[in-house]
């Protein structure tokens, strides 16, 4: 059974940095590659960053470009999320993704197979 589990978030100000980590086990990790999505209160889930399986290769939404990466670490079966100039509007649930498609640039939710549960991000202007 593939588990993801996100951890990481919090409470900031404006300005301030974070980082998100999601820890996957009971799948080989680096057979996927991984995205992050977020979902603020009565908005529908976006898509905000994907990695691809060997970590290579990275893509993220024009809402977080230039101040969120996403990285992995298939040692740890692990990948991360590192967010600076945090702004009031990306307060929202962040989530992490699992997608085995052979594609790996996936920005719609409805292609990954598997999620966690979310970590909140408030940021507090």
């Known amino acids: 059974q593939v588990q993801l589990v996100e951890s990481g978030g919090g409470l900031v100000q404006a300005g301030a940095s974070l980082r998100l980590s999601c820890a996957v086990s009971g799948a080989t990790f680096s057979r996927y590659a991984m995205g992050w999505f977020r979902q603020a209160p009565g908005k529908e889930r976006e898509f905000v960053a994907a990695?691809?399986?060997?970590?290579?290769?990275?893509y993220c939404a024009n809402s977080v470009k230039g101040r969120f990466t996403i990285s992995r670490d298939n040692a740890k079966n692990t990948v991360y999320l590192q967010m600076s100039s945090l702004k009031p509007e990306d307060t929202a649930v962040y989530y992490c993704?699992?997608?085995?498609?052979?594609?790996?640039?996936?920005?719609?939710?409805?292609?990954?197979?598997?999620w966690g549960q979310g970590t909140q991000v408030t940021v507090s202007s």
């Open positions: 993704a699992a997608q085995s498609r052979s594609t790996w640039n996936q920005t719609r939710a409805s292609d990954y197979d598997y």
């Open positions: 990695i691809s399986r060997g970590g290579i290769n990275t």
